[in-house]
C-alpha cells in the first residue's frame, strides 16, 4: 500500500461549484460527500480501496442518487473541469470500480461507497493521474416562501483522487505577485509546476507595518496541476481598517505535496510587496 491522503471538503454544483465549507453547502442542499479529495500514493499492479461517504443531512427528505466516475482537472483559475472518464491524457478512470452504483438515502442518513482500485503493471507515465467519483441528484428548487417552484435542478457532488507514481517531482514556482490597481487589497499570483505531481500550496500572507509587527494575516491554499498554471486571486482581510501609512506584504507559503522530499513541505519563495494604505 502506499501514501494516503484525504481532505474532508465539499464539491457540489448545478454548473459545478466548488467548495471547502461543507456544512453551510450540506444545509443548503441537503446531500455531501466526504472525503473530497484523495491524495494516494500507488505503484504498477497495486490494488488499493477507498471509502467515500455520501451523506444526506435533510430532517424529512429522502434523496435518491446515482454514481459515477468521470475524468477532472482544473483551469487556470483553480475551477474544476468534468470531462467523460477515459477522456484525458492523465485518466485513471479505467483502474476503477465502485459499489453501490445508485444510493437512496432516508432524512439524516449516510451510505459507503467501496472504491476499488487495480493499477496495471505496465504505465507509460509516472507522476499524478487522476479520476472522480461523481453522485448526481435532481432537487427541486425553492421559491421566495421556500416552497416548491416546478423547477428541478441536477447537482453533482465529487471526491476527487490524486492517485501518484513514484518517482515524481512536484514543482511549483511564483513567476510573479502583484497588487491589484483597480482593486485594493486583492494580490494576484502566477504560479506554475513544471514536476509531473501536482503542488498543493498552503501557507499565510503577513501584512506588517514599519516596525515589522503582523497587523493583519490572511490563509492561502492553492492546488497546481502537475505541468500546469494558475492565477490565484488573494483577497488580503483587514486591509480597510489599516491606518494611512506604508506597509508590506510577506508570504510564508509551502508546497505540502512533495514525493521527491518524502512528502515533507518545501518551501515555495514569493517576493515582498510594498503597499501603502490612504
Known amino acids: 500500500m502506499g501514501h494516503t491522503r484525504t481532505l474532508f471538503a465539499l ?23 466526504q472525503p473530497s479529495t484523495v491524495e494516494m500514493t500507488i505503484k504498477p499492479g497495486d490494488r488499493q480501496r477507498q471509502v467515500v461517504t455520501v451523506g444526506n443531512v435533510h430532517k424529512t427528505k429522502t434523496i435518491s442518487l446515482t454514481m459515477a466516475l468521470a475524468d477532472w482537472s482544473l483551469d487556470d483559475n483553480g475551477q474544476l473541469i468534468l470531462d467523460a472518464p477515459g477522456d484525458t491524457d492523465r485518466s485513471a478512470a479505467e483502474w476503477v470500480r465502485f459499489s453501490p452504483a445508485a444510493v437512496t438515502l432516508k432524512p439524516e442518513t449516510s451510505q459507503d461507497i467501496t472504491v ?35 423547477v428541478w435542478n441536477r447537482y453533482q457532488l465529487t471526491s476527487l483522487f490524486y492517485l501518484t507514481l513514484t518517482p515524481s517531482k512536484s514543482l511549483p514556482e511564483v513567476t510573479s505577485v502583484a497588487l491589484n490597481s483597480e482593486k485594493p487589497g486583492l494580490v494576484t499570483m502566477h504560479i506554475k509546476n513544471e514536476g509531473d505531481a501536482h503542488a498543493r500550496l498552503q501557507g499565510t500572507a503577513f501584512v506588517k507595518d514599519q516596525a515589522g509587527d503582523i497587523v493583519a494575516e490572511t490563509p492561502l491554499n492553492a492546488v497546481v496541476l502537475d505541468g500546469g498554471t494558475r492565477t490565484y486571486n488573494i483577497t488580503m482581510n483587514e486591509m480597510a481598517e489599516l491606518e494611512s501609512g506604508k506597509y508590506t506584504i510577506d508570504f510564508d507559503l ?25
Open 116 to 150: 476499488e482500485i487495480s493499477a496495471p503493471y505496465k504505465i507509460k507515465e509516472k507522476g499524478d493521474h487522476r479520476f472522480a467519483l461523481m453522485a448526481t441528484t435532481m432537487l427541486p428548487e425553492l421559491d421566495d416562501r421556500g416552497e416548491v417552484s416546478g
Open 254 to 278: 509551502n508546497n505540502t505535496f512533495a514525493p521527491q522530499n518524502k512528502f515533507r513541505a518545501t518551501s515555495v519563495p514569493v517576493n515582498t510587496l510594498d503597499y501603502v494604505a490612504n
Open 11 to 33: 464539491a457540489c454544483s448545478t454548473a459545478f461549484l466548488a467548495s471547502v465549507a461543507y456544512a453551510p453547502l450540506a444545509k443548503a442542499f441537503g446531500v455531501g460527500v
